[in-house]
């Protein structure tokens, strides 16, 4: 079945440091979607990426999606303790209609 | 304010009794998720519908679970019966169509002892 992988799995960084997640998936994806969950939440809607090698920006995020819409990456620039929680990749799958969440990402941010 | 709303928040229940989960999708979403949250196995989809019929519940332990939307504006998740391994952090999520972004309820946290 449909696997979706996310590396790192822990990561913790200095506050001002960037900080980079990537999601590989075992097949080819129609779309796919970004989370964040934090500590104690529910996971949050951030973006979507749906073309071949897609790159899209939100402030200091930057998301890719591969060329070969089998991976995608998120990327932090100088993070804040703000940026503090899980990050999940979610293929898109199923006409549409599946959404299938990878391992995530879990971030710290110290002071 | 839209949003998804999932009851009970919390539940602690003694292994093989039945516990059913609600939630109440967003007015006008068609489809609606069903995820299961551990340490262990992270987020995994256990089952989802569309327009009220269900597409895939091949995430469920069919033998205990089974999950059933009786109108557009209650889906239901039920457990029976309840073991220890069930423990989790039950979320349902709802969408307005395909390739649209998941809106997330509070989750229901269940503890089963």
């Known amino acids: 079945g449909q696997q979706v992988m996310q590396i790192p799995q822990y990561q913790h960084v200095q506050e001002g440091e960037d900080f980079t997640t990537y999601c590989n998936s075992s097949t080819t994806l129609s779309n796919i979607q970004w989370y964040k969950q934090r500590p104690g939440g529910h996971p949050v809607f951030l973006i979507q990426l749906v073309k071949s090698g897609e790159v899209k920006k939100q402030k200091r995020l930057t998301f890719q999606f591969g060329e070969a819409k089998k991976n995608s990456s998120l990327h932090i620039t100088a993070t804040q303790t703000t940026d503090v929680g899980t990050y999940f990749c979610a293929a898109v799958t199923g006409g549409g209609n599946k959404l299938t969440f990878g391992t995530g990402t879990q971030l710290k941010v110290e002071l | 304010d839209a949003r998804v709303t999932q009851t009970p928040r919390d539940k602690v229940t003694e292994m093989g009794q039945e516990v059913t989960m609600r939630c109440q999708p967003i007015l006008g979403h068609n489809t609606v998720f069903w995820y299961r949250q551990t340490m262990m196995q992270g987020l995994e989809l256990l089952a989802y519908?569309?327009?009220?019929?269900?597409?895939?519940d091949s995430g469920m332990p069919k033998d205990r679970f089974s999950a059933e939307m009786p109108d557009a504006t209650l889906a239901t998740l039920k457990i029976q019966p309840s073991e220890p391994r069930d423990s989790a952090v039950y979320f349902c999520a709802s969408g307005l169509s395909r390739n649209t972004e998941a809106f997330f309820g509070q989750g229901t946290r269940l503890t089963v002892v």
């Open positions: 519908f569309r327009n009220r019929a269900p597409l895939d």
